[in-house]
């Protein structure tokens, strides 16, 4: 019975152990005694950035999204030699490194090694949405920087510009959010550009899009050549952060094969149509699906490292 019990105590004191390790919780106060004006920093730098290139606001977001989708939120698409900035879906079209690095760097002057990059991804992402009239939300700090990139991951569970709704759906479940996350997040898309080679099958092959919008979009997108030419992925109001991307999903004039799935008769129409009529619940569901995405596997504890440059190792 001696044994038995002491194997027993030994046992859930392992089982205590390894949940306090792997899943130490994240909080928004974790910064407010160790490095109290973070916050304030990272949101002047953001601010900054956005007021040069208000495109800059869809770049973070998306950089972040790109980042929790590889093996968590971890940073690991900032470092120069991780192999995911290279990796085909961040190669020449993930941007807005440099203005993580500035934050990071204005962040470093006040609270050296305190701060980790993963966590000024994070606050950038919420700060670049409000900044362009999107909304706010409580970010959950603590995370830590991750010491390797893995491309390979970035192959395969990045989201594919081409994707059909089941393909995206698995993709977004295998992180732990749902069908409706997967409709608010790719809301962001109300925001930026995407790229001619990324959109050519839609507008010259496709049938599901409005006849007048390919051919809008064929002026600048030619059936061959011109593959990083740029077309805004909300053709009404490319700058703001608002719901007429659903509006134009549902009138057939999403940009990409993977926006427009969302409303092709399938299981998300409902969402999309939703959405388009709801601005204020789209920004709400918005803001609980970044925070979800923002919990994505990230290291706490003593786990990986607080960089002091983002896009190296220390």
């Known amino acids: 019975m001696a044994i038995t019990g002491t194997f027993h105590f030994i046992l859930v004191m392992l089982v205590i152990g390894l949940s306090t390790s792997c899943h130490a919780q994240l909080s928004s106060v974790f910064y407010d005694k160790t490095c109290p004006n973070a916050l304030s920093t990272i949101r002047t730098a953001i601010r900054t950035a956005i007021s040069r290139e208000r495109r800059m606001a869809a770049s973070l977001i998306r950089l972040h999204f790109h980042d929790c989708f590889v093996q968590g939120c971890d940073a690991s698409i900032l470092l120069k030699d991780g192999g995911e900035r290279e990796a085909a879906p961040n190669q020449n079209s993930a941007r807005g490194y440099e203005v993580i690095d500035n934050a990071k760097s204005q962040v470093e002057k006040i609270c050296p090694g305190v701060v980790s990059c993963a966590d000024v991804l994070t606050v950038a992402a919420r700060d670049a949405s409000v900044m362009v009239g999107g ?23 990045l989201p594919f510009f081409g994707a059909d709704l089941e393909t995206l759906i698995g993709a977004f479940a295998k992180k732990g959010l749902s069908a409706r996350d997967m409709v608010a997040l790719s809301g962001a898309h109300t925001l930026g550009q995407a790229q001619c080679f990324t959109f050519r099958d839609r ?96 290291l706490t504890g003593s786990q990986g490292q607080i960089r002091r440059i983002c896009s190296a190792v220390n």
């Open 135 to 157: 909304p706010s939300w409580t970010v959950k700090l603590g995370r830590r920087d991750s010491t390797t990139g893995n491309p390979s991951q970035a192959l395969t569970d």
């Open 203 to 298: 507008i010259y092959a496709n049938g599901t899009i409005d006849a007048g919008f390919a051919s809008t979009r064929r002026r600048k997108c030619p059936a061959s050549g011109g593959d990083s030419n740029l077309a805004p992925l909300d053709l009404v109001t490319p700058n703001s952060f608002d719901n007429n991307y659903f509006k134009n999903l549902m009138q057939k004039k999403g940009l990409l094969t993977s926006d427009q799935v969302l409303f092709n008769g399938g299981s998300t129409d409902s969402f999309v149509s939703e959405y388009s009529k709801a601005p204020a619940k789209f920004k709400a569901d918005f803001a609980a699906a970044m925070i979800k995405m923002a919990d994505i596997e990230p």
